[in-house]
């Protein structure tokens, strides 16, 4: 039996861009390979993989698909960004809960100082 299986109409837009997938068909009982689709490969940070089962319940075909993440792929300026505003952020509310216990504190102080002055007073 012949199974014809295109993988660029499985995967579709994905393929398109600076990584191309790479497919991997291989028979389910053996795991002996079928079918590989691998271009060049360059330097990547990681690799994102996913595993799935064409066809039905008594023809199974498992596809493996992976795809090379370089470095120039990851958004570092908004990585960056994202850190500097939640650094912001967070000192902005460490100096107000600071503030708001200094001004606590000399709320209890002065209430002290006042009820020294109310006894001294008696």
Do not use: N
């Not at 295109?6 to 579709?12: E, I, K, Q, V």
């Not at 850190?83 to 504190?105: D, Y």
């Amino acid at each position: 039996m012949r199974v014809w299986v295109d993988a660029r109409r499985l995967t579709g837009a994905l393929d398109e861009g600076a990584a191309p997938l790479s497919y991997t068909l291989f028979r389910p009982e053996s795991e002996q390979v079928i079918v590989v689709h691998m271009p060049e490969t360059w330097a990547a940070s990681t690799t994102l993989w996913v595993a799935k089962v064409l066809g039905t319940t008594l023809q199974v075909i498992p596809i493996r698909i992976s795809r090379p993440v370089p470095w120039s792929a990851w958004p570092w300026a908004g990585a960056a960004l994202w850190t500097l505003l939640t650094g912001g952020v967070t000192a902005l509310v460490f100096r107000l809960l600071e503030g708001c216990r200094t001004a606590q504190r000399a709320l209890l102080d002065e209430r002290a100082r006042a009820g020294g002055v109310v006894q001294a007073a008696s």
